[in-house]
Each structure stands twice: as C-alpha cells, then as structure tokens.
C-alpha cells in the first residue's frame, strides 16, 4: 500500500504537467479556427447534409415526413455497426465466456436475440414508413 503512494503521485503530477504543456502549445484563436481548414469542412458538411434533408422534404412533399424519412435513413445507416457490435459481444459471452456458466451463456444468447431484433427493425422500419407515407397518403 505505501509503495503505491508514490507510483500514483508521480502519475498525477506527470498527467497535470503533460495538460499544462498541451494546453500552451496549442492555444489558437478564433480566427485561425475559421481560417482553417475544418472550418471549410465542416461548412462542406453542413451543406450536404441540408441539400439532402432539402430532397427528402421535396420527395416527400411535407418537411415533417422528410426530416422523419431522414433521420430513418441515418438510423438504418448507423444501426448496422453498432448491431454487428453488439452481436460480437453477444457470441463472446455465450461461446467464450459461457462454456462454464449458464447464466453468462444465457445473457449472450439473449443479448444476440436483441441486437438482431433491433438491426431487423432499423433495417425495415424506412421502408415501411416509406410505403405508407408514399403508398397510402397518395
């Protein structure tokens, strides 16, 4: 216990002065921010990213029915990496972690049930609105 006083001390102080030095070194002012060129990407990505709510809003003839479409495409988009996460996760405590104990092979089992059911609903659920809204609604 007291030989990891020190060790944990010396730690600290070698993180507080590695903050003190980083923050010095790259002080930068708003203009060079606006100068840079992240500042042009990310006006670039603004852009996009509105022109594409703009086309969803006229396909869909209401900017209700557009910024839900939207966000449903960006959610079928984003859901497929983190399902697949999840679903390795999942196997891991059920085919590494659950050979001795049931109750860990139960959880994975039940956490690859749940993220296959969440990609499955992410996945269909643009269509189907897509159908109704377009199909439907006329």
């Known amino acids: 216990m007291i030989k990891k006083i020190p060790i ?3 730690i600290l102080i070698l993180f507080i002065g590695s903050i003190s030095l980083f923050s010095n070194s790259y002080a930068i ?3 060079a921010v606006l100068e840079s060129e992240q500042a042009t990407e990310l006006v670039e990505i603004k852009e996009s990213a509105k022109d594409k709510l703009d086309v969803y809003i006229e396909n869909y003839g209401s900017p209700t029915f ?3 479409a939207y966000i449903l495409n960006i959610v079928r988009i984003y859901s497929i990496p ?3 996460i999840g679903i390795a996760v999942g196997s891991i405590f059920q085919y590494v972690l659950g ?3 049931l109750d860990v092979r139960d959880k ?3 956490l690859i049930m749940t993220f296959v059911t969440i990609l499955l609903i992410c996945q269909v ?3 189907v609105f897509a159908i109704v809204v377009n199909g ?3």
Do not use: Y
Request: hydrophobic fraction near 50%.
């Open 8 to 10: 944990v001390l010396t």
């Open 29 to 31: 002012t708003g203009e």
């Open 66 to 68: 557009g910024v839900a």
């Open 82 to 84: 983190f399902c697949f």
């Open 99 to 101: 050979i001795r104990k």
């Open 108 to 110: 994975g089992l039940m």
């Open 125 to 127: 659920l643009p269509l």
């Open 136 to 138: 439907w609604r006329g």
